[in-house]
């Protein structure tokens, strides 16, 4: 098959979150299973086209509003088997930041992303690509399966061509000025409460719900989620009509960025057969955070300083759970408040809790390797990496039992010892603070505990894995009519 997969970011080329890393591991896990894979992306300003020696293959034009804009296409590639086409255009990508500044969004952002959408199929054109799928990620490339679905699904080029819509967060779709709508070039037609209209504003992610082919989420329980009202962001109704059509595959993790066997950041190498290196990750840990070693367990968290992250019932349990006698080490930035309240609280704990408001990838990694259990309390979690990354190095996670953390940690049963973790289910301080003492009751034999590691280190989270998800959801779509 050929796939042509859009995004608006894609690691290492630009980077704000974890549709990055998708972009940058799933189209060359697809590839490594034979099929040709391409990326189409914006050239922004941090791509350095002399140091990743891009070259100019083509200019064409693309229609915003009632004018053209011309373009300029940069191709590179992410490795041997992936070619990478940057849509070059500087009055809309030469800029500080993807999609704004600390300040906020870009106030042209729908202009930026109408005129990406629109660019990937004049792409096909220009170039005579001829995608079976093209894989489309996020609200900015929202309107693509729309534009496939009223302007070019009958071209020449694009007549075979299927289209894949991705929500990684249905949080962000892509809301703006309804005469924004002026900048498609779609009809009135299609801004209807069946169509991209929602609450009198253009949706963006809601063009690729109702048009796409087929669409995906980055986990089985997020799919089911985000078709109630507590979950669904006032889309629920439109993936309820969808429901045959929608389905969830967990994001997979790079093994080979993430492995304690061959880290060499960490501490000490180890594998599930041996696990010794673990504790001298844990020395080393506690050395560069300054913590002292006390026996007890030490929680980890790299995350993310807001609400959905569940630092809200975190500060609140935060009193008991350091009563528990144990460790914290909380890596991150986010909401101002948040900052406030966990330094403060780091303040009362001297030698056991550390904040760190920064991100630092190096010391991330040390984390993973170094601690004993891994926090993740969030309030929804379309699908989490973390959770996956922690127990490639036998961190043992603590999560609430939403979205893609319920996908991926098999919760600790007693009875038969058998779990990778530890799940709750309120969304309240008290059920956080009552499962960290039901892990750190387990911590207490040896024996349990380095069960619950390699159990959770013996997982297959890699890309490969979810790659042959998405290929067999390929096929799918191309039998649709």
């Known amino acids: 098959m050929k796939i042509l997969f859009a995004a608006s970011e894609a690691a290492p080329f630009a980077k704000t979150g974890g549709l990055a890393d998708v972009a940058g591991s799933l189209p060359r896990a697809i590839a490594s299973l034979g099929h040709e894979v391409s990326v189409v992306m914006p050239r922004y300003r941090r791509v350095d086209v002399r140091a990743l020696k891009l070259k100019h293959i083509a200019s064409f034009t693309v229609p915003l509003g009632t ?53 990937i199929p004049e792409l096909c054109s220009a170039l005579n690509l001829r995608p079976d799928i093209i894989h489309c990620n996020d609200w900015q490339t929202g309107l693509v399966p729309l534009y496939m679905k009223e302007l070019y699904g009958k071209t020449e080029t694009l007549k075979k061509t299927k289209t894949v819509f991705t929500v990684h967060n249905l949080g962000y779709q892509g809301l703006f000025w309804h005469w924004d709508m002026r900048l498609t070039g779609l009809g009135w037609d299609v801004f209807t409460p069946e169509g991209i209209e929602f609450w009198g504003k253009m949706n963006l992610l809601k063009a690729g719900l109702v048009s796409a082919d087929v669409i995906t989420t980055v986990s089985k329980t997020y799919s089911r989620e985000i078709q109630t009202p507590e979950y669904g962001s006032g889309l629920e109704g439109v993936l309820l009509k969808r429901s ?28 599930a057969l041996r696990l010794a290196g673990k504790a001298a990750c844990k020395k080393k840990l506690l050395r560069l955070v300054s913590l002292t070693d006390s026996g007890n367990p030490l929680i980890g968290m790299v995350t993310r300083l807001v609400d959905q992250k569940g630092l809200d019932i975190l500060t609140e349990a935060l009193p008991e759970i350091m009563s ?42 040390n984390i993973y390797a170094g601690c004993d259990l891994f926090l993740m309390p969030s309030h929804y979690e379309p699908c989490g990496l973390g959770q996956m990354i922690a127990q490639r190095y036998g961190t043992v996670p603590i999560v609430r039992r939403t979205g893609g953390l319920s996908d991926t940690v098999a919760d600790y049963n007693p009875r038969t010892g058998r779990g990778t973790g530890f799940l709750f289910d309120d969304y309240s301080a008290e059920a956080l603070t009552e499962c960290v003492r039901n892990a750190r009751e387990v911590y207490g034999s040896r024996a349990k505990w380095r069960l619950l590691m390699q159990a959770g280190m013996k997982r297959d989270f890699s890309w490969e894995r979810s790659a042959k998800e998405y290929v067999k959801l390929y096929r799918r779509a191309m039998r649709k009519t």
Not at 83 to 91: L, P, R
Not at 333 to 356: N, Q, S
């Open 67 to 119: 004018w053209k804009e011309q373009c300029d296409v940069l191709k590179g590639t992410m490795d041997r088997n992936v070619a990478v086409y940057f849509i070059d255009k500087d009055v809309y990508y030469d800029r500080p930041g993807l999609y704004g500044t600390a300040h906020g969004d870009y106030s042209d952002n729908a202009e930026r992303f109408i005129f990406f959408s629109r660019a």
């Open 244 to 271: 045959a059509d929608l389905y969830g595959i967990v994001n997979g993790i790079d093994y080979a960025a993430y492995d304690p066997a061959h880290d060499r950041g960490i501490g000490r190498n180890y594998t």
């Open 324 to 365: 528990l006698g144990v460790g914290l080490v909380i890596l991150g930035t986010g909401d101002p408040v948040y900052h406030r309240l966990l330094t403060d609280a780091a303040d009362r704990y001297p030698g056991r809790m550390r904040v760190l408001l920064q991100y630092d990838d190096d010391l991330a990694k």
